[in-house]
């Protein structure tokens, strides 16, 4: 019986590292920062595609050279 006992207590010990293995890990998933960081690197690297890039500036050039058509009218 006292054998039984030390499996469960030794169960339980292993059942209670992994939960807390398991909340470290989504902790650190789930950081703000980390993910505000993730964001703006995947930002970085969109705009770092010339399609994308070239994109945004000739749309930019667009909107610019009809605000002044509209302003000198």
Same mark, same amino acid.
């Given at each position: ?6 499996? &469960? $207590? !030794?169960? &339980? =010990?292993?059942? !209670?590292?992994?939960?807390? %293995?398991? @909340?470290?890990? +989504?902790? =650190?998933?789930? %950081?703000? #920062?980390? @993910?505000?960081?993730?964001? #703006? $690197?995947?930002?970085? =690297? #969109?705009?770092?595609?010339?399609? &994308? #890039?070239?994109? @945004?500036?000739?749309?930019?050039? @667009?909107?610019? +050279? /009809?605000? /002044?058509? !509209?302003? +000198?009218?």
């Amino acid at each position: 019986m006292a054998r039984d006992l030390d499996i &469960i $207590q !030794r169960e &339980i =010990e292993e059942a !209670r590292d992994a939960l807390a %293995n398991t @909340l470290d890990t +989504l902790a =650190e998933r789930a %950081n703000p #920062k980390r @993910l505000v960081d993730e964001g #703006k $690197q995947t930002a970085k =690297e #969109k705009l770092a595609d010339p399609k &994308i #890039k070239y994109g @945004l500036i000739a749309i930019g050039a @667009l909107v610019v +050279l /009809l605000l /002044l058509r !509209r302003l +000198l009218r």
